[in-house]
């Protein structure tokens, strides 16, 4: 070996060539000394567990595991060599990047136990011999001139754009830290990848484009992926494409918000790259055009397999979250670090922050989700903190649109749908959807009990993967560190039967069956009761009988009591009051009802009698009991009641004659003046009339036009007497 401390680009090395044992120097990095050995490339797991697949799967696993490892174990000047020329070991570096599931994906960890160790001992031999192939420096002996190794990685494509958003939606969870330093050395050593990232946004702009093609929806200015053809009207949308097609969409959508937001959490840097291209006004206004449309597709459509519509929509509530997680990155590295970081620009940032956040108010669905996770006036009570030169005309408009935002409706989920809420609140999901979120989660950690897995997803939203996330990295809840991690499932108390728990407004009457073991039977029937005819039960008067003792007892009023000589300490007879209430008096001494009154000391003193109800009289009483106004009206029934008591038929001319002269003196009490006698009728024809009778006539002739039916008559005489009507 050479000299240490030479870097490995200058290093040669001395080797034994050939039989005859010549030595000969080559450069330590040169295609001879690389190991011949065959990487295989990287298959996934089978989506069915049946025996023989999950065997196969396991024996090509451990194939590629084991060669790895012993890539990993290497010398360093060996191991360059067989990453810089081994084509084979850069496809199974590849196709595991490709293949390899993601977080989402059901077959991330087989069923099977010794398949899915299999998987995660395979999982971390390719994230270290990525790690070690970023790392230009291992030790003082063992390194590449910096600027040797960007070329190298460069060049040979060792990292690439897509290969490098692949180890971050891979490895992202739990190996934050380390990636962040890992892709920074890469950008560092080897600016050029910048350039990359550069022509890589538009294309990933693109992916959003396809998106809203694929649901005939398109983004004004944005530019089409291929000239609209004349057909274009009758594209499919997200109600009418395919199942597959939908399916295949979400998953795209899902996959790619996956990995922008990975990237971007791990390497903020690129944060500038993206926004120079307006990716984040993009984003928004995708947002607002693309996730209605999906989600009542999603909602709305019949789908078979049930399963498949909720991993759908977990899967696009997924996405929303990205999407709003990757605008707050964009604020948060762009606008707000340098401003708490005291950068020179701070007057720049936050005229960014202000143009970014305004221009979020024409996107009013996509407002509202991300200042319900990340709210704007937090914000910018940060900002007014830090720079107390804020203009506040400005932040009073954005506060306001996010204020109308929110007035106008937002995002409405569906019911059945599990959603993302705050910090202990409860979020209602169906039992089959909390089993399925338990099973999930202790399919990645068994060692946890039920009980504290229901904790954590009421306190995350009943979200799994924020409490599987939330548990690897140790950031729960203060709440939950407290609590006991193999806490069993609280016991469902049995609820009391129905029947015990009864109110009713018939219990413990006498047919409360439900109390009672016996019932009077005989006070129960139907239809018309047996042993009375219709006629007993009409003369059975039995309840006004009843009615009328009880009115009885109000026949006598007494106001005052006699109270004997003895009870009130004096010799004469007194009289004992109810006692009454001092604030009565008060209450009406100043208002002086009735002290102008005329009515005479008799008036107020006398009451009106008791008046019986007239279904409870009886005969005599019924008769003798009708009061009259007037005294002699009174008389003149009792003079009647005499008559009819002594005959039984009186004459019809007497009660023509009495009847009669009872008007006459009703008449004359009124003031009424009887007509005067007509004699209008006169003698019979031929004997000729009075004088009276004549005068009667013309009189009675004179005033015909008063009566309704002969009204026509005085204008007969007006048109006669001007000679309009010939006489």
């Known amino acids: 070996m050479a000299c240490a401390r030479v870097p490995l680009d200058e290093l040669h090395v001395t080797e034994p060539s050939g039989p005859m044992g010549r030595d000969r120097t080559l450069p330590a990095l040169h295609p001879e000394r690389m190991e011949d050995r065959s990487f295989v490339a990287y298959r996934p797991p089978p989506p069915e567990s049946s025996g023989a697949q999950l065997e196969e799967f396991i024996e090509h696993a451990q194939f590629i595991a084991d060669d790895l490892d012993w890539l990993l174990a290497l010398p360093h000047d060996k191991f360059w060599c067989q990453v810089v020329f081994d084509e084979s070991l850069q496809r199974c570096l590849d196709s595991y990047l490709r293949l390899a599931p993601r977080g989402l994906d059901p077959e991330a960890l087989p069923a099977s136990p010794a398949a899915a160790d299999m998987q995660r001992r395979l999982h971390r031999a390719a994230f270290m011999t990525f790690l070690r192939m970023a790392t230009h420096k291992e030790s003082k002996e063992n390194f590449i001139t910096p600027a040797v190794f960007g070329e190298i990685i460069y060049n040979n494509f060792l990292f690439d754009i897509p290969k490098i958003l692949d180890l971050c939606v891979l490895y992202g969870k739990g190996n934050s830290q380390l990636l962040h330093k890992m892709i920074e050395n890469i950008f560092t050593q080897q600016p050029s990848y910048y350039g990359d990232l550069e022509e890589a946004v538009p294309t990933i702009i693109q992916v959003l484009d396809t998106i809203l093609q694929k649901c005939g929806l398109q983004l004004e200015g944005a530019t089409a992926s291929e000239p609209l053809k004349l057909e274009a009207h009758g594209r499919s949308t997200a109600m009418t494409m395919t199942q597959k097609d939908l399916v295949d969409l979400v998953l795209y959508l899902c996959d790619s918000c996956t990995t922008i937001y990975s990237f971007l959490d791990i390497f903020p840097g ?261 042993g009375k005819s219709a006629r007993e039960l009409l003369d059975d008067k039995r309840h006004v009988e009843e009615q009328r003792a009880r009115y009885r007892t109000y026949e006598t009023v007494v106001d005052e009591v006699p109270v004997g000589p003895g009870e009130q300490g004096g010799g004469a007879t007194a009289y004992a009051t109810d006692d009454y209430d001092d604030e009565y008096d008060d209450t009406y001494d100043i208002n002086q009802v009735g002290a102008n009154d005329l009515d005479e000391d008799a008036d107020l003193l006398s009451r009106r009698p008791f008046t019986i109800p007239q279904v409870l009289r009886t005969g005599r009483q019924a008769q003798g009991r009708q009061e009259e106004p007037e005294e002699e009206e009174e008389e003149e029934d009792e003079k009647a009641d005499a008559l009819k008591r002594d005959q039984f038929v009186q004459d019809p001319a007497m009660l023509r004659e009495r009847a009669e002269a009872r008007r006459a003196a009703m008449q004359s009490r009124r003031g009424h003046r009887p007509d005067p006698a007509s004699h209008v009728a006169g003698k019979p024809r031929g004997q000729g009339q009075t004088q009276e009778t004549a005068l009667d006539r013309r009189r009675k002739e004179a005033h015909k036009s008063r009566a309704p039916t002969t009204a026509g008559r005085a204008m007969a005489d007006r048109k006669r007497n001007k000679g309009m009507i010939p006489s």
């Not at 590295?333 to 340098?338: A, I, S, V």
């Not at 007035?407 to 993302?420: F, L, N, Q, T, Y």
């Open 270 to 530: 690129a944060c500038q790259t993206f926004q120079s291209h307006g990716f984040l006004n993009r984003l928004a206004s995708f947002y607002e055009l693309a996730v209605p449309d999906i989600e009542k597709a999603i909602r709305k459509r019949n789908f078979d397999d049930k399963s498949l519509q909720e991993d759908l929509w977990r899967r696009l509530s997924h996405s929303c979250r990205k999407m709003v997680e990757i605008a707050h990155l964009f604020v948060l590295h762009t606008c707000l670090q340098p401003i708490l970081e005291g950068s020179e620009n701070v007057q720049s940032c936050v005229e960014d922050f202000l143009q970014i956040t305004t221009a979020f108010l024409q996107e009013k669905r996509f407002l509202v989700d991300y200042d319900e996770q990340f709210p704007v006036a937090d914000d910018v009570s940060l900002l007014q903190q830090a720079f107390p030169h804020l203009d506040e005309t400005r932040t009073s408009y954005l506060l306001q649109g996010v204020e109308s935002a929110w007035e106008g409706g937002g995002a409405e989920a569906p019911v059945d749908a599990p959603r993302k809420g705050d910090n202990g609140a409860v979020c209602t999901v169906s039992a089959g959807e909390l089993e399925s979120l338990l099973s999930h989660i202790r399919d990645l950690l068994p060692d946890l009990g039920e009980g504290f897995l229901l904790a954590c997803l009421e306190e995350y939203g009943y979200d799994s993967e924020v409490v599987i996330n939330n548990i690897l990295e140790d950031r729960l809840a203060p709440a939950l560190d407290k609590l006991d991690r193999a806490m069993p499932r609280p016991v469902k108390e049995e609820l009391p039967p129905v029947l015990n728990s009864r109110s009713n407004v018939f219990d413990d009457d006498d047919f409360d069956v439900f109390n009672r073991d016996k019932v009077d039977m005989t006070r129960i029937w139907k239809g018309r009761r047996q």
